[in-house]
C-alpha cells in the first residue's frame, strides 16, 4: 500500500516561489500516474499538474502551465512540485496522490476519482 506523506508550503507574497515534496512509500510502480491537486475554501479539488512516471509526460491546468513544473525523482521516491510566480488565487490546500498508469492515460489525468491514495495536504497561502 502506497502512503504519501507531503512537505513544503507556507506563506509567500504575489510573484514568490513555492516547493512542494510528496515523499511515497509502500510499493510504487515506475509507470504510475502521479498528480498534484488543490483546494481552495468553498470549491471542489482540481487538478493542477500530474505526470505519468514510466513515460515522463507531464500535464498540467492551464493556469499553472508556464508557472509551475512537476517533477519525480524516482530514486527518492519523491514528487515535486514547484511553483513560480505565485498568484494570490493559487492560495489552497495542496494534496499530491497517486493512480496507476490508466489514471493519466486519455487525458484524465486531473479526475479526482482516477487517483486511490492522497497525502496529508500542506497549505499555500499566496497574500497580494
Known amino acids: 500500500q502506497v502512503q504519501l506523506v507531503q512537505f513544503g508550503g507556507g506563506s509567500v507574497q504575489a510573484g514568490g516561489s513555492l516547493r512542494l515534496s510528496c515523499v511515497a512509500s509502500g510499493y510504487a510502480s515506475s509507470g504510475d500516474c502521479m498528480g498534484w491537486f488543490r483546494q481552495a475554501p468553498g470549491k471542489e479539488r482540481e487538478g493542477v499538474a500530474a505526470i505519468w512516471t514510466g513515460y515522463g509526460n507531464t500535464y498540467y491546468e492551464d493556469s499553472a502551465k508556464g508557472r509551475f513544473t512537476i517533477s519525480r525523482d524516482n530514486a527518492k521516491n519523491t514528487l515535486y512540485l514547484q511553483m513560480n510566480s505565485l498568484k494570490p488565487n493559487d492560495t489552497a490546500t495542496y494534496y499530491c496522490?497517486?493512480?496507476?498508469?490508466?489514471?493519466?492515460?486519455?487525458?484524465?489525468?486531473?479526475?479526482?476519482?482516477?487517483?486511490?491514495?492522497w497525502g496529508q495536504g500542506t497549505q499555500v497561502t499566496v497574500s497580494s
Open positions: 496522490a497517486h493512480g496507476n498508469g490508466y489514471t493519466c492515460y486519455g487525458g484524465r489525468w486531473y479526475k479526482v476519482a482516477g487517483y486511490n491514495v
